[in-house]
């Protein structure tokens, strides 16, 4: 897990560290805190609610931020403590059990937010295309069942690089684990498909927000559905601007190297900072 970035010498150039581990330590608790508050309030809310519709559109926001508070928990749990300690990964973890876990929590607790939205998305789009069919009411059981089905697919997901399709490997600046963006052909198929399913997760909100303003679904529109929608397309909204450009480096990084095939063995430097400012504007969907 270390052929992609050379840990002794990232020790080295880091020393000083790229970012304060202060102001890591800082905007983790605030997104923690948030989240715990924002939980509490939809807990709350969902017990005093009668709408089914509503209160299962609730529950995917639980498990939204559900997910959204265990990932900052686990990865900071990881990622800050390196940027107090500043230990040799290789000397820590010399069987790479520590960065697949970490590697996996990164895929795991990014997936995760942009399926559930997607998912939100498809529960809107048939509650307002068929208000009156009983078949397309969802019950708190149900909603969280389909929950628990997003978490496992990217439980699946995440471990595929365990499992020996692609490999999870060191980052720059040696704090953080992730796929590997070399053009080897289990690398390339998991990068291609975690990005794409991310970059398509937002379009299902777009396709909502066509059927919401037309016609007759105007007709029918009442103020908890404008709620909800507003509600969706914010967290959407976020989602992509947090989420799209490091998808797209992924994509097009893997597809530029691809001529390149068994041939390159190294990320180039600029490649893995470019990769270091993407991943730190995700952070910020947790946050949010």
Not at 62 to 90: E, N, Q, R
Not at 115 to 122: K, S
Not at 154 to 182: A, E, K, M, N
Request: net charge positive; charged share 10%; hydrophobic share 50%.
């Amino acid at each position: 897990c270390f052929g992609v970035f050379n840990a002794s010498d990232g020790r080295t150039s880091t020393q000083n560290s790229i970012t304060s581990p202060w102001f890591s330590t800082t905007f983790g608790l605030i997104g923690l805190c948030s989240n715990l508050f924002a939980l509490c309030v939809l807990l709350s809310s969902s017990r005093k609610l009668s709408s089914q519709a509503r209160s299962s559109f609730l529950v995917f926001l639980c498990g939204l931020v559900v997910t959204d508070f265990m990932g900052l928990l686990v990865t900071a749990s990881v990622i800050i403590p390196y940027h107090f300690i500043k230990f040799a990964w290789a000397e820590v973890d010399p069987g790479c059990h520590l960065c697949n876990f970490l590697g996996f929590s990164m895929v795991f607790f990014g997936q995760c937010p942009l399926l559930l939205g997607a998912t939100m998305a498809g529960e809107r789009f048939f509650g307002i295309n068929h208000p009156f069919s009983r078949s397309t009411s969802i019950s708190k059981r149900r909603a969280w069942s389909i929950v628990g089905l997003v978490w496992g697919f990217s439980c699946l997901l995440g471990l595929l690089p365990v499992l020996g399709l692609g490999r999870y490997t060191l980052q720059y600046p040696g704090s953080w684990c992730f796929l590997t963006l070399l053009p080897t052909t289990g690398d390339a198929i998991v990068c291609l498909l975690f990005a794409l399913l991310g970059i398509f997760s937002p379009l299902s909100v777009v396709t909502l927000c066509r059927v919401y303003h037309d016609r007759e679904s105007v007709q029918r529109r009442r103020d908890s559905e404008v709620e909800m929608m507003v509600q969706l397309v914010g967290i959407m909204i976020i989602a992509t601007i947090c989420w799209m450009p490091l998808l797209i480096f992924i994509v097009q990084t893997v597809l530029q190297q691809l001529p390149a095939s068994g041939q390159l063995q190294m990320l180039p430097t600029e490649t893995q900072k470019m990769l270091l400012i993407y991943i730190r504007m995700v952070t910020w969907n947790q946050i949010l």
